[in-house]
Nanobody, 131 residues
């Protein structure tokens, strides 16, 4: 059984920082592209950051470049998202996502697979940024 379990969400003042974690089980983690998506009520889920299976290549949405850092620990089957300088408009439920693609060598390719492939999703963790 595949499980993705996010943690680390909460409330933070604008300009503050939050680090999210995602514990993954039930898959060969090192063969999976991993990503973080976020969603607010009434809006489509949007990709935030993606990392390739080996962890060497990443993709970031333009809105978070320079502020968010995605990383993974393939020995521990863990995915992370460090977020700094958060803004109220980034209040959302953040989801961890996984798709098998060991041959996806670029972050952008991983992102396309996460959007269109047989993606596994976590239940999400809420991040609320207040002004």
């Amino acid at each position: 059984r595949v499980q993705l379990v996010e943690s680390g969400g909460g409330s933070v003042q604008a300009g503050g920082s939050v680090t999210l974690s995602c514990a993954v089980s039930g898959v060969t983690f090192s063969r999976y592209c991993m990503g973080w998506f976020r969603q607010t009520p009434g809006k489509e889920r949007e990709g935030v950051a993606v990392v390739s299976a080996a962890g060497y290549n990443t993709y970031y949405d333009d809105s978070v470049k320079g502020r968010f850092t995605i990383s993974r620990d393939n020995a521990q089957n863990m995915l992370y998202l460090q977020m700094i300088a958060l803004q109220p408009e980034e209040t959302a439920r953040y989801y961890c996502a996984a798709v098998g693609c060991s041959g996806c060598s670029s972050g952008s390719r991983c992102y396309e697979m996460l959007k269109k492939g047989s993606t596994y999703w976590g239940q999400g963790t809420q991040v609320t940024v207040f002004s």
